[in-house]
């Protein structure tokens, strides 16, 4: 049964939604699903920008062809050679071995590693600048760096003013019939899973979304089509706004997030007690999470939504609590900035896992780490009190 949804004048989307994969790139889990978008262009020439992920392969090779009705494939611009959505192009060629295939050089390097059949391929190399017309829609190219791959283009069509944009404005979760963002509560629906999507794959990445959004700035652009999640066509505003907050690395909210690690309980109830204090001391929207219990994907979309956050965890074979470590390795790993940083340890004998997190932490640049470490001596009790207050204090007033 064909799936096929009209985006704009012109342009369908062919994709599919995946809600099998527990784990995008085998590494985040996707409960939500995600979609990978391809679009087909109805013009003088036919064309679809990116293919999709082989798991979606029955279902996006039978919209092609219903796509087509017929016609034959002119050409097979690929924005982006990572095999979600790169994965099907031997068989679209196999199936119309006169097609064109558009890409960058780098493009076509990776190409040809994926698919040495490249070689016999029909080729049309584009880079920045370089337009491609199929009649009535003309495509402008430009080129977006580690975005997140270094070969990813863009494309512009003129007609309807879209910016076909790779995995930028992308995001996990699979589409339930919809295609366009006004069609959800965005909000509701997709932020939280479009900001664990940025904020993990493309997180490291801010200095070169920012390159690529000046660029932007130059079109007139009213349309947005990624190849994840719904396509803009209203507000466009909503999402350049979190891009250009998450690419600068700034927080969308002066609120604080409480992660801590916990053996027997006693940390645990210990966060619930710096969460509680918190809340009662204004801090606003304080969330309180489990790091053995919660995927750090999860934990790093969080880190870009707040701007203060709250690592409290045990000494473990004298170090940081594994799964606190594999977290802060996780954030200097993407870079994470301008944010405050708390530190509570626990420890029944030699607690050094505060001084611990605090060396790792200063790897991070344009952070503040709060110098008042709340040590617990195995469980926090009420002659702790004046410390627990202290510590809070400084974080409401950080
Ligand atoms: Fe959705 Fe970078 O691939």
Redesign the pocket.
């Known amino acids: 049964m064909k799936g096929i949804k009209k985006v704009a004048d012109g342009i369908f989307w062919i994709g599919g939604s995946d809600r099998r994969l527990e784990r995008f790139?085998n590494i985040f889990p996707i409960p939500e699903g995600v979609s990978?978008n391809s679009y087909f262009i109805d013009d003088d020439k036919t064309a679809v920008f990116d293919t999709a992920d082989i798991t979606v392969a029955d279902q996006y090779i039978e919209n092609l062809k219903d796509a087509l009705a017929g016609r034959k494939l002119d050409y097979l611009v690929v924005l982006?050679m990572?095999?979600?959505?790169c994965s099907l192009i031997d068989k679209v060629v196999a199936l119309f071995p006169e097609v064109t295939v558009v890409g960058g050089k780098q493009t076509f390097t990776f190409m040809q590693q994926f698919f040495p059949q490249t070689a016999d391929f029909n080729k049309f190399e584009v880079k920045e600048g370089d337009t491609l017309s199929t009649g009535s829609h003309t495509f402008s190219f430009v080129a977006a760096p580690m975005v997140?791959?270094p070969e990813?283009l863009f494309a512009y069509d003129d007609k309807n003013k879209a910016l076909l944009s790779?995995?930028a404005f992308?995001t996990f979760g699979a589409l339930d019939g919809g295609i366009f963002a006004d069609e959800f509560d965005f909000e509701k629906d997709f932020l939280a899973s479009a900001r664990r999507y940025y904020a993990n794959?493309v997180g490291k990445y801010g200095p070169q979304v920012q390159a690529v959004l000046k660029k932007a700035a130059g079109l007139d652009i009213q349309m947005l089509l990624p190849?994840?999640g719904p396509v803009w066509r209203k507000n466009l505003d909503v999402i350049l706004g979190k891009y250009q907050k998450w690419s600068t690395y700034e927080s969308e909210e002066d609120s604080v997030i409480v992660v801590y690690g916990s053996l027997y309980g006693h940390t645990a109830s210990a966060a619930e007690a710096v969460a509680a204090q918190l809340r009662d001391k204004g801090a606003g929207n304080v969330r309180v999470y489990d790091v053995s219990g919660t995927d750090v994907s999860y934990l790093i979309g969080e880190v870009w939504r707040a701007r203060k956050i709250v690592l409290m965890c045990p000494t473990y074979n004298n170090g940081v609590y594994p799964p606190m470590e594999n977290f802060i390795t996780d954030m200097a790993a993407l870079g994470v900035q301008n944010r405050v940083f708390a530190l509570a340890q626990n420890g029944t004998w030699a607690p050094v896992t505060g001084k611990l997190m605090s060396e790792k932490l200063s790897a991070l640049k344009n952070v503040t780490v709060l110098e008042n470490v709340l040590t617990i001596k195995s469980a926090l009790h009420a002659t702790d009190a004046d410390a627990l207050n202290n510590f809070t204090d400084a974080i409401v007033s950080a």
């Not at 990572?82 to 959505?85: I, L, M, N, T, V």
Request: hydrophobic share 30%; net charge negative.
């Open positions: 790139e990978y982006h990572e095999p979600d959505h997140h791959w990813v790779a995995d992308g794959i190849l994840h």
